[in-house]
């Protein structure tokens, strides 16, 4: 290989960046705009287009063949409207002027440069493509890349993997993807002698040798029938000529066919009847692709020789559906290592805290929302704009540990954050008996005071307001000897204030703190063992203690409410100093 080639192949494929969409099934108007991160995990409440989001790339990938057409059912409101005709716009990451200078635009903030495409439908049928030409600064009828199978074999392949597929469509799309995986290893196949060329080289360059003599052989009957063409055609567009080009050296690998026709994925007991796995049920197909996911994302960890190959995307409609509870952490995990080797790309839908992991530096979390009958997507999770501490991963991963359903918050309503399991138990006795007072708030316990400064890093950046309840805690405790010492959790004070002077502009916090703590605040006893259970007791047993819990949720949730006694909102270290000072 020469130098040139080498250098060729050392340059990383394209990456997706930004997806844009608006007018396409449910979404309107203002467009939806999704940044492309190594895993985006999309969450909202139900039928507010989070798998159209999925469908819109899908699309776009297809121009060129049937998948790639819209139907009526695509449009708004299944109306063909020229005012508001669908609309995709997709931004790739490129890292060569390959597609061409005039199609290639620095971003500014990152020094990439991205190409972007826009795909129109003015009635149901295929699309009409553009890309965006910088030298003009608009839209061009002429596009990067060219033909529509050029240009996506520039872009990751998608593997779609819907939620309620059929079991064909499944087995299907499990098939596709080991076979993908097999064609890559088989490319990457070399002899022991690694200066010898593979045998699926060798096979290559047979097929580009014997194309070009066929090319050759019949170039005489070619040039006869580009006489004919190009005499016709001049009667039209005269000095016009036809010229065929046979291109005997373009998509060699559609010449070889590594399978048989039809190949067939079976499962069942290793001495007994393995049948089609379109015949398994749910649960073992989605196992399988989880299985399939896994070999293939270890095995792109290990390869470093395949960095050129084209990358892919997996997009996936609730991959939590059919898995057993301990399944789910397991199918978590592969999905956050498949990207590990830079050549996968991940888009899902999920219902499932448990599928958000945001101690990783990979991810972006987008909520999809409806407001005023419009579809929003909104970034509210990207670890580079976060910068969370080490301290703070640590914290965070402890924490997503011992209760999966902590990233319950990204998923919308009110979010409060308390210290431990005490406030969250009286919180929740009290929800469950005011229903639909406090219907959509929800209680994140942080399970230790020092994780709430993380807590309140991920919430600064929802562009939604929050309120924090915690312990003040007393400046200075006593030691085993009887001897006094300054408090650590009284330090913890400021790092929770610090964080939540941190928040932007439009976010509203407020920040309230039991004086010293929440038993004596609240319950009139110092509490040394089941916390819980106690507070809960007394909650149930007590309805002078059961009003107090009530109005501090309440007050934790409207801003406007006063706190019950016993309990401040502060913004300085000085409003705890003086609140506890005749403790």
Same mark, same amino acid.
């Given at each position: 290989?020469?130098?040139?080639?080498?250098?060729?192949?050392?340059?990383?494929?394209?990456?997706?960046?930004?997806?844009?969409?608006?007018?396409?099934?449910?979404?309107?108007?203002?467009?939806?705009?999704?940044?492309?991160?190594?895993?985006?995990?999309?969450? *909202?409440?139900?039928?507010?287009?989070?798998s159209?989001?999925?469908r819109?790339?899908?699309?776009v990938?297809?121009? *060129?063949?049937?998948?790639?057409?819209?139907?009526?059912?695509?449009?708004?409101?299944?109306?063909?409207n020229?005012?508001?005709?669908?609309?995709?716009?997709?931004?790739?990451v490129?890292?060569?002027?390959?597609?061409?200078?005039k199609?290639?635009?620095?971003?500014?903030?990152?020094?990439?440069?991205l190409?972007?495409?826009?795909?129109?439908?003015?009635?149901?049928?295929?699309?009409?493509?553009?890309?965006?030409d910088?030298?003009?600064?608009?839209w061009?009828?002429?596009?990067?890349?060219?033909?529509?199978?050029?240009?996506?074999?520039?872009?990751?392949?998608?593997?779609?993997?819907?939620?309620?597929?059929?079991p064909?469509d499944?087995?299907?799309?499990?098939?596709?993807?080991?076979?993908?995986?097999?064609?890559?290893?088989?490319?990457?196949?070399?002899?022991?002698?690694?200066?010898?060329?593979?045998?699926?080289?060798?096979?290559?360059?047979?097929?580009?040798?014997?194309q070009?003599?066929?090319?050759?052989?019949?170039?005489?009957q070619?040039?006869?029938?580009?006489?004919?063409?190009?005499?016709?055609?001049?009667?039209?567009?005269?000095?016009?000529?036809?010229?065929?080009?046979?291109?005997?050296e373009?998509?060699?690998?559609?010449?070889?066919?590594?399978f048989?026709?039809?190949?067939e994925?079976?499962?069942?007991?290793?001495?007994?009847?393995?049948?089609?796995?379109?015949?398994?049920?749910? *649960?073992?197909?989605?196992?399988?692709?989880w299985?399939?996911?896994?070999?293939?994302?270890?095995?792109?960890?290990?390869?470093?020789?395949g960095? #050129?190959?084209?990358?892919?995307?997996?997009?996936?409609?609730?991959?939590?559906?059919?898995?057993?509870?301990?399944?789910?952490?397991?199918a978590?995990?592969?999905?956050?290592?498949?990207?590990?080797?830079g050549?996968?790309q991940?888009?899902?839908?999920?219902?499932?805290?448990?599928?958000?992991?945001?101690t990783?530096?990979?991810?972006?979390i987008?909520?999809?929302?409806?407001?005023?009958?419009?579809?929003?997507?909104?970034?509210?999770?990207?670890?580079?704009?976060?910068?969370?501490?080490d301290?703070?991963?640590e914290?965070?991963?402890?924490?997503?540990?011992?209760?999966?359903?902590?990233?319950?918050?990204?998923?919308g309503g009110?979010t409060?954050?308390?210290?431990?399991?005490?406030?969250?138990?009286?919180?929740?006795?009290?929800?469950e008996? #005011?229903?639909n007072?406090f219907?959509?708030?929800?209680?994140?316990?942080a399970?230790?005071?020092?994780?709430i400064?993380?807590?309140?890093k991920?919430l600064?950046?929802?562009?939604?307001?929050?309120?924090?309840?915690?312990?003040?805690?007393?400046?200075?405790?006593?030691?085993?000897t009887?001897?006094?010492?300054?408090?650590?959790?009284?330090?913890?004070?400021?790092?929770?204030?610090?964080?939540?002077?941190?928040?932007s502009?439009?976010?509203?916090?407020?920040?309230?703190?039991?004086?010293?703590?929440?038993?004596?605040?609240?319950?009139?006893?110092?509490?040394?063992?089941?916390?819980?259970?106690?507070?809960?007791?007394?909650?149930?047993?007590?309805?002078?203690?059961?009003?107090?819990?009530?109005?501090?949720?309440?007050?934790?949730?409207?801003?406007?409410?006063?706190?019950?006694?016993?309990?401040?909102e502060w913004?300085?270290i000085?409003?705890?100093?003086?609140?506890?000072?005749?403790?």
């Amino acid at each position: 290989m020469c130098q040139s080639e080498e250098q060729e192949a050392k340059i990383p494929r394209p990456r997706l960046h930004k997806l844009v969409i608006k007018n396409f099934r449910c979404i309107g108007s203002v467009p939806v705009e999704i940044d492309l991160d190594e895993i985006v995990v999309l969450v *909202g409440p139900n039928n507010v287009g989070k798998s159209s989001i999925l469908r819109a790339y899908e699309v776009v990938m297809s121009h *060129g063949s049937k998948q790639g057409d819209l139907s009526l059912d695509d449009f708004p409101n299944n109306t063909v409207n020229p005012n508001a005709l669908p609309e995709i716009e997709l931004q790739t990451v490129v890292f060569n002027n390959a597609p061409g200078e005039k199609w290639i635009e620095t971003d500014p903030n990152t020094d990439e440069m991205l190409v972007r495409e826009r795909w129109t439908w003015n009635a149901p049928g295929k699309p009409v493509r553009q890309g965006w030409d910088v030298s003009v600064k608009n839209w061009s009828e002429k596009v990067p890349w060219g033909a529509p199978n050029v240009a996506n074999s520039n872009r990751p392949l998608p593997h779609r993997v819907d939620a309620f597929a059929s079991p064909d469509d499944q087995a299907t799309e499990i098939l596709k993807l080991l076979q993908q995986y097999i064609k890559d290893r088989v490319k990457q196949l070399s002899s022991d002698d690694s200066e010898d060329e593979s045998d699926y080289t060798k096979l290559l360059n047979s097929i580009r040798t014997i194309q070009k003599q066929i090319v050759e052989e019949t170039q005489e009957q070619v040039s006869a029938v580009e006489s004919e063409l190009s005499t016709l055609i001049a009667r039209v567009f005269p000095d016009y000529k036809v010229e065929f080009d046979a291109k005997p050296e373009d998509d060699l690998e559609k010449s070889i066919s590594l399978f048989k026709g039809s190949p067939e994925l079976r499962m069942g007991p290793s001495d007994g009847f393995r049948s089609n796995v379109s015949r398994q049920g749910s *649960g073992a197909r989605r196992t399988l692709l989880w299985t399939a996911l896994q070999i293939i994302a270890e095995a792109e960890s290990k390869n470093k020789e395949g960095e #050129n190959e084209r990358p892919h995307v997996l997009l996936m409609d609730e991959p939590e559906i059919c898995l057993h509870p301990s399944a789910i952490r397991k199918a978590c995990s592969v999905l956050y290592d498949l990207p590990s080797a830079g050549r996968w790309q991940v888009m899902i839908t999920t219902h499932a805290p448990a599928f958000i992991d945001f101690t990783r530096d990979n991810t972006t979390i987008v909520r999809v929302e409806r407001n005023n009958n419009s579809i929003k997507g909104t970034t509210i999770f990207r670890p580079k704009q976060i910068k969370l501490g080490d301290d703070d991963k640590e914290n965070l991963k402890m924490l997503n540990l011992c209760d999966p359903y902590v990233a319950e918050f990204f998923f919308g309503g009110r979010t409060v954050i308390v210290e431990g399991d005490t406030e969250y138990s009286a919180f929740k006795l009290a929800i469950e008996s #005011n229903p639909n007072k406090f219907k959509d708030v929800h209680i994140v316990r942080a399970r230790g005071k020092a994780t709430i400064a993380s807590l309140v890093k991920i919430l600064n950046h929802f562009g939604s307001s929050f309120s924090i309840l915690h312990d003040s805690d007393l400046p200075t405790t006593t030691k085993k000897t009887g001897e006094l010492m300054t408090n650590p959790a009284w330090s913890t004070n400021q790092k929770i204030l610090d964080a939540v002077k941190n928040k932007s502009d439009d976010v509203e916090v407020r920040l309230l703190a039991s004086i010293p703590n929440f038993e004596l605040a609240y319950l009139g006893d110092s509490i040394k063992t089941e916390k819980p259970y106690n507070a809960l007791t007394q909650a149930k047993n007590k309805p002078e203690v059961f009003g107090i819990i009530v109005d501090l949720l309440e007050s934790l949730v409207d801003f406007n409410k006063n706190p019950p006694a016993n309990c401040i909102e502060w913004s300085e270290i000085s409003n705890l100093t003086e609140a506890v000072k005749d403790i």
